[in-house]
């Protein structure tokens, strides 16, 4: 068993069958002879569990002899440490990459944990910011620096940029769970985030009299708008979400509480306080004073009240509740001469400001708004609720103007009731 020297490596011929040649200055070195002929480096050695391993180092064409040997010294030294150099590296071909990571993140934590519109913002990220760029990286061999570098060649869009970073974050948190990665190893801590512009809007008394206006001509005339106009009013009298309104169902309201009882809003089951203002709307539409129809883009769609658990707002596909209005709102906005930008979430911002400046506390303001679960007390005392509910509505109202009047009667599942009194 001779040195290996490049000479003596050059001079090695392919055979019928695979032959190794050992090196006699470092027991474990040596070439492996295929009958391709492409040579390739290798170190044999035995594990703390007595099992021999053989190590590939390199094709002979890309390593020198001496460089092969140093390299094969630093595999006997990890061996000397108690390691394992070749189970490592099976064990690293084998680590899950993000494309893993992702469909497990998705399968045991979004769609299992979050709400519909949570996971399709999520599923967005991944698709758009995190698989083109990591889909074949190791989960493990992610650094900081990667992070870094992902969040800054989004710096054009800070906001998308943060919301990419926590999902990053919070995928990195599930890895160490699942073993994928060692504890304590997530790289997105100090990652500064980029300052974000909020846009939080809110409208004015002068722009809630052009709203008022143009939301009772919308009416007056049945333009397309007008199937939106009840909407947008209970949007401002109630500070609900836009898509808690638009998935309402008449069986969730109770008239003789003047709640409406939403089982799964973004922040939980929740009960809202209906003002007496917004039940003059809800009873508008329940009594079919609009003409027994809702008219959306132009069509009218049949409303049925007398029917549980149909949809205060319905779309013209059977079984649907109503998409989000963003024309109708545009040309509601501008018939108004108000910026086509405003956003139906700046209601709601109006709805809170407005409640502010008439003295509700934060903590009544967070309970109007839903900003918290409801708590066991909360489920059968609705006093301060309903006492800031009903002065940011009736203060709103004000300045609207009439635009909905009140029925003369009131429509219940029970029968016909005089409209003064809640039943």
């Not at 630093?74 to 099976?90: K, N, Y």
Request: hydrophobic share 40%; with cysteine; glycine share 6%.
């Amino acid at each position: 068993m001779p040195k290996l020297t490049k000479r003596a490596v050059d001079a090695l011929q392919p055979g019928p069958r695979e032959y190794r040649v050992w090196c006699s200055e470092l027991p474990g070195f040596g070439v492996k002879v295929p009958p391709s002929g492409r040579l390739v480096f290798i170190a044999r050695y035995r594990n703390r569990d007595r099992k021999d391993r053989l190590a590939t180092i390199g094709r002979v064409t890309d390593w020198s002899v001496e460089q092969a040997r140093d390299r094969a010294r630093a595999l006997f030294r990890q061996v000397a440490e108690g390691r394992d150099p070749v189970a490592e590296a099976d064990a690293y071909a084998a680590a899950p990459t993000w494309r893993d990571l992702y469909q497990r993140y998705m399968a045991d934590h979004a769609r299992a944990k979050k709400k519909p519109r949570s996971v399709a913002s999520d599923e967005s990220i991944w698709q758009r910011h995190i698989l083109p760029r990591w889909a074949e990286r190791k989960v493990v061999a992610t650094t900081r620096e990667d992070v870094v570098a992902l969040h800054a060649a989004m710096r054009d869009m800070p906001t998308q940029a943060n919301r990419t970073v926590a999902v990053v974050s919070k995928a990195m948190n599930l890895a160490e769970t699942w073993r994928w990665r060692p504890l304590n190893s997530n790289p997105c801590r100090h990652v500064a985030r980029y300052r974000e512009t909020r846009v939080e809007g809110m409208l004015g008394p002068d722009q809630l009299v052009a709203l008022g206006r143009a939301m009772r001509e919308a009416l007056a005339s049945g333009s397309n708008e007008a199937h939106i106009v009840p909407f947008f009013l209970l949007l401002l009298l109630t500070g609900c979400r836009d898509s808690e309104l638009r998935t309402a169902r008449w069986s969730w309201i109770d008239w003789h509480r003047g709640l409406l009882l939403l089982p799964d809003s973004k922040t939980g089951q929740r009960a809202v306080a209906l003002s007496e203002q917004a039940l003059v709307v809800l009873r508008w539409i329940h009594e079919g004073r609009h003409g027994g129809r809702m008219f959306y883009q132009g069509r009218a769609v049949p409303v049925d009240p007398r029917t549980a658990d149909v949809f205060v707002f319905p779309s013209p596909r059977p079984g649907r509740p109503m998409s989000n209005p963003a024309r109708a709102r545009r040309r509601l906005l501008a018939a108004a001469g108000l910026p086509v930008t405003i956003r139906l979430h700046d209601l709601r911002h109006t709805f809170g400001s407005v409640g502010h400046q008439l003295g509700a506390s934060l903590r009544e303001l967070a309970d109007a708004l839903g900003h918290s679960h409801l708590s066991t007390t909360e489920r059968y005392v609705h006093a301060p609720k309903m006492r800031t509910a009903s002065q940011v509505s009736d203060h709103l109202a004000s300045i609207l103007g009439p635009v909905i009047q009140p029925p003369e009667q009131v429509v219940t599942h029970e029968g016909t009731k005089p409209a003064g009194r809640l039943h």
